[in-house]
């Protein structure tokens, strides 16, 4: 199985910036995706933003500009800078990875969530 831990979460004014990272351990033979969603209360949980194994990255029309994904393959761990934070960028943020363990198939894994609170 992939554990994924992630980091970095917390309360922030508007404007401000935070950094998430989530780092995936276990019997890892291969991470392919590894993106970012979040869930706002009393919404659907959303795409944020993902990156593949070779740096292609996507984000939600709503971050664009202002958040940027990256990752480490060397420690398999998965970042999200999130600058100029508004309000609505409040969610439990939340790791998710397409990854293959030795002797399995490709498989789907979450992390825990991070709370992002974007408040004056």
């Known amino acids: 199985q992939v554990q994924l831990v992630e980091s970095g979460g917390g309360l922030v004014q508007p404007g401000g910036s935070l950094r998430l990272s989530c780092a995936a351990s276990?019997?890892?033979?291969?991470?392919?995706?590894m993106d970012w969603y979040r869930q706002a209360p009393g919404k659907q949980r959303e795409l944020v933003a993902g990156i593949t194994s070779g740096g292609i990255t996507n984000y939600l029309d709503s971050v664009e500009g202002r958040f940027t994904i990256s990752r480490d393959n060397a420690k398999n761990t998965v970042y999200l800078q999130m600058n100029s934070l508004k309000p609505e960028d409040t969610a439990v943020y939340y790791c998710?990875?397409?990854?293959?363990?030795?002797?399995?198939?490709?498989?789907?894994?979450w992390g825990q969530g991070s709370q992002v609170t974007v408040s004056s």
């Open positions: 998710h990875a397409a990854a293959q363990v030795f002797g399995q198939s490709r498989n789907v894994y």
């Open positions: 276990g019997s890892i033979f291969r991470i392919y995706t």
